[in-house]
């Protein structure tokens, strides 16, 4: 059963090894790539586009306005006044 058990620290030893090791490689290709002296490339000529022609903007139909009819006033009842009451 012991076989089977995973140590915490021996993880934690392993990620710090690892990760000490990865970071040494990349300072070293760092330091290489100030000794490479790349070779200036003339630029190269594109040619010309084609001029677009230009197209017709689309034209919508006009719809017609439709006129609603209009509609009698509603006459409401005349409500009667209240009386006030006396104090």
């Known amino acids: 059963m012991t076989a089977y058990y995973n140590n915490p620290s021996f993880f934690l030893l ?3 090894t ?19 002296i790349l070779p200036e490339l003339p630029k ?3 040619p010309q586009l084609p001029e677009i022609p230009t197209l ?6 006009k719809i017609p306005e439709s006129k609603l009819p209009t509609l009698p006033n509603p006459e409401l009842p005349h409500l009667p006044e209240i009386p006030t009451l006396p104090n």
């Open 44 to 46: 190269p000529e594109l």
């Open 18 to 36: 690892l990760f000490l090791t990865n970071n040494n490689i990349i300072q070293a290709e760092a330091r290489h790539l100030l000794d490479v």
């Open 14 to 16: 392993l990620f710090v």
């Open 56 to 61: 017709p903007k689309p034209e919508f139909p």
